[in-house]
Structure formats: structure tokens, C-alpha cells
């Protein structure tokens, strides 16, 4: 079992940068493939970006390739999300997840999830 902590998030103008943080407790955390997922209000939590067991692998959704990056320490149990050229429909909560299986998109697919953490983005 592994427990998430987001942070980072915060309130930033079109074109600037956020860096998230997903901090995991518990010793398998280099078991799990890690994925960031996003959920912006009356909308579906939607896939943004995944990254597998060893990070040598990541998958990004359409919306973000090129703009955002996945990377992961597993000497620190962190998984992180850099964000640039943020645009305001980047504006959501977004959530760290973790899953025992590496490609699936779908949040079914994620058996642990942290509590999120607020991205807004002002034009």
C-alpha cells in the first residue's frame, strides 16, 4: 500500500511554470507506475501524464506534450510534474496516483490517489 501527499500548486499567470510534487509513503513505492491526473470543476478527472516503474518510460496526454514533464526519484519516493507555457485550461485540481500496472490512461486503472492540490491559471 502507498500513501500520496501533492504539493505545489498554486495560482500563476498565463505562460508561467509550476512545479508539483507527489511525495509516497511506504517501502514498494518504486513498484508502482506513477501517474498525474487533473479534474477541473463540472468535468471528468482526465489523464495528464504517467510515468512507469523505473521512469525510463512516460506517456503524456495530447493536451500537455511538450509543455509538461514527468519524472520520478525512487531514492526519495517522489514523483513530479513540471508544468510550463501553463495556458488557463490547464486551471484544475490535480491529483498523484499510483498503479500496479504501466499504460493504462483510465483513473480505474490507479488503486491509490493523494488528495490533490489547485492549479489556477489567470490569462
Known sequence: QVQLVESGGGLVQAG?????????????FSSYAMGWFRQA?????????SINWSGGSTSYADSVKGRFTISRDNGKNTVDLQMNSLKPEDTAVYYCAASS???????????YWGQ???VTVFS
Not at 23 to 28: E, K, L, P, Q
Not at 41 to 49: Q, S
Not at 101 to 111: E, I, L, T
Open 116 to 118: 490533490g492540490t489547485q
Open 41 to 49: 470543476p463540472g468535468k471528468e478527472r482526465e489523464f495528464v501524464a
Open 101 to 111: 500496472s504501466w499504460g493504462p490512461v483510465s483513473p480505474r486503472s490507479y488503486a
Open 16 to 28: 508561467g511554470s509550476l512545479r508539483l510534487t507527489c511525495a509516497a509513503s511506504g517501502r514498494t
